[in-house]
């Protein structure tokens, strides 16, 4: 079955750091892939959405990766900040669906 | 404009009562979902609706049903709560399969 995979683990960077993410997916070919953010207690929030025919996109301090061959996807913010704090997911279409499955999301924390 | 409205925001139900999760969205699109999400679970998707008047089966759609009687609302409906219905739930909507959902702001639920 189709499976994603984020660090479940929280990852704490100082304030200015690049803050790299990484969403594993198995057992299918996504057309594109999406990151969202979600704070406690609200819905995600959509962020990018990267093809697969796209190694590279980026939105002002976000950047996204698209390895088609490793099944992976990074996602970075530099010159990170505390009010990036937040849950971030991953989000890929299932094969042949209208469906989107979800990652488990990794927390980040950034230290002033 | 409003985006998803969910309604309500939380609700406290006895084992066995029955309930209704409404979900608006004015934005016109034809995809709509319901997910759940549990701590580390991630978000998991309950039913999802492809257009007025149809409806699919998601993940994990066992005690739940939907309706789709609007294009612009879709329902989601416990027959029989049950303690491991307890979550937060989210409903979401998108224009077509490769764009961004937009998510409701989430409905704690509790069964007690």
């Known amino acids: 079955s189709q499976k994603i995979e984020q660090n479940s683990e929280a990852l704490n960077i100082q304030e200015g750091k690049t803050a790299t993410l990484t969403c594993n997916y198995t057992n299918y070919s996504p057309a594109y892939l999406q990151w969202y953010r979600q704070d406690p207690g609200r819905g995600p929030v959509f962020l990018l959405l990267?093809?697969?025919?796209?190694k590279e996109k980026r939105k002002e301090r976000l950047k996204v990766t698209f390895d088609t061959t490793l099944k992976q996807s990074l996602f970075h913010i530099t010159a990170s900040q505390p009010a990036d704090s937040a849950t971030y997911l991953c989000?890929?279409?299932?094969?042949?669906?209208?469906?989107?499955?979800f990652g488990t999301g990794t927390r980040l924390k950034v230290l002033a | 404009n409003a985006g998803v409205t969910q309604t309500p925001k939380f609700r406290v139900l006895k084992t066995g009562q029955s309930m209704t999760l409404l979900c608006a969205q004015d934005?016109?699109?034809?995809?709509m979902y319901w997910y759940r999400q549990d701590p580390g679970m991630g978000l998991r998707l309950i039913h999802y609706?492809?257009?007025?008047?149809?409806?699919a089966k998601g993940e994990v759609p066992d005690g739940y049903n939907v309706s789709r009687l609007k294009k612009q609302n879709f329902l989601l409906g416990l027959e029989s709560a049950a303690p491991s219905q307890t979550s937060v739930y989210f409903c979401a909507s998108s224009g077509v399969m490769n764009t961004e959902a937009f998510f409701g702001q989430g409905t704690r639920l509790t069964v007690v």
């Open positions: 990267i093809r697969e025919n796209e």
């Open positions: 934005m016109n699109h034809e995809y």
């Open positions: 609706s492809v257009g007025e008047g149809t409806t």
């Open positions: 989000a890929l279409p299932t094969s042949g669906t209208y469906k989107y499955i």
